[in-house]
């Protein structure tokens, strides 16, 4: 069977987040380091192509590639474990506390954001031909993406930051929703249009996700922005953290678990699954 009924999703999803905490935490920066390498590196591919063809749909379309690689290796964006974590401790799966959640969290933050910025100097270093001259047309990008996304938020005041969370709140609805719609497959073709779907969608709207924009920013300062680490950190990164949070938890994680969850000796096919097979 290639596909899995969602209360066979919801178990899946928890026992998917009780591995995350139960690794090491040399894996866990592993995992996180290359997840945020490959996304950045797609990330950086897919503004390439914007701006070679002029036309965003294309980088849009072609930007999930990354994010398919490192969820097919099994690497763990920052994204995922804020929305399969939390339902594991909720599940009172062994091990699975409040305490190693916010361990987790902080694992594969510290691991994409190095992974992220490998690739930020990576891809600075190749466009400056190793800082020895101005960086074109895509890292004239880089910077006005930076720009916008720090300094003309701040300039906004209040809307501006409600304008960002929102955005990221979004963005990890739609990511979230590639993580569950790959449980949910078990064929690598399943999973890679299951994946493609949200992830062009998160994109395309220039929607705010962490992770992203762990390299985009760096990137742009590498390049001469004119924005600063602290305006990245408070008018960015942060905010963008606590609204992935709160959208991978509230718009897919507790959707799922609360009318889909069971705990151990709960019969499916008496509480009503049973029409699925139908369907």
Do not use: H, K, W
């Given at each position: 069977m290639s596909y899995l009924k969602p209360h066979e999703l919801a178990d899946a999803m928890v026992e998917a987040g009780a591995s995350k905490v139960g690794l090491s935490a040399k894996d866990t920066l592993i995992r996180a380091y290359m997840a945020?390498?490959?996304?950045?590196?797609?990330?950086?591919?897919?503004v390439t192509v914007t701006v070679n063809t002029g036309n965003p749909l294309i980088g849009a379309l072609l930007f999930p590639v990354g994010f398919c690689m490192l969820s097919l290796l099994g690497f763990d964006l920052l994204t995922?474990?804020?929305?399969?974590?939390?339902?594991?401790?909720?599940?009172?799966?062994?091990?699975?506390?409040?305490?190693?959640?916010?361990?987790?969290w902080a694992l594969v933050f510290a691991g994409?954001?190095?992974?992220?910025?490998?690739?930020?100097?990576f891809m600075a270093t190749i466009l400056t031909m190793g800082f020895t001259q101005e960086a074109g047309d895509v890292g004239q990008k880089l910077r006005t993406i930076g720009e916008a996304r720090t300094l003309g938020y701040a300039e906004a005041g209040l809307g501006g930051m409600t304008t960002l969370f929102i955005r990221a709140v979004m963005c990890n609805w739609m990511v979230s929703t590639g993580v569950v719609a790959a449980i949910m497959s078990t064929s690598v073709s399943g999973k890679v249009i299951a994946m493609w779907m949200p992830i062009l969608i998160f994109f395309y709207l220039g929607f705010e996700h962490?992770?992203?924009?762990?390299?985009?920013?760096?990137?742009?300062?590498l390049l001469g922005a004119g924005f600063t680490w602290a305006d990245y950190l408070l008018f960015n990164e942060i905010p963008t953290v606590l609204g992935n949070l709160a959208g991978g938890i509230t718009f897919?994680?507790?959707?799922?678990?609360?009318?889909y969850y069971r705990h151990k000796g709960f019969s499916h096919e008496t509480a009503g699954d049973a029409p699925l097979e139908k369907v």
């Open positions: 945020g390498a490959i996304l950045a590196l797609a990330a950086g591919f897919a995922g474990v804020f929305t399969l974590v939390p339902f594991a401790v909720l599940a009172n799966r062994p091990g699975c506390t409040p305490r190693a959640m916010l361990r987790t994409n954001f190095l992974g992220a910025m490998t690739t930020a100097i962490s992770v992203v924009n762990m390299f985009l920013f760096p990137a742009g300062l897919v994680g507790a959707t799922i678990y609360s009318t």
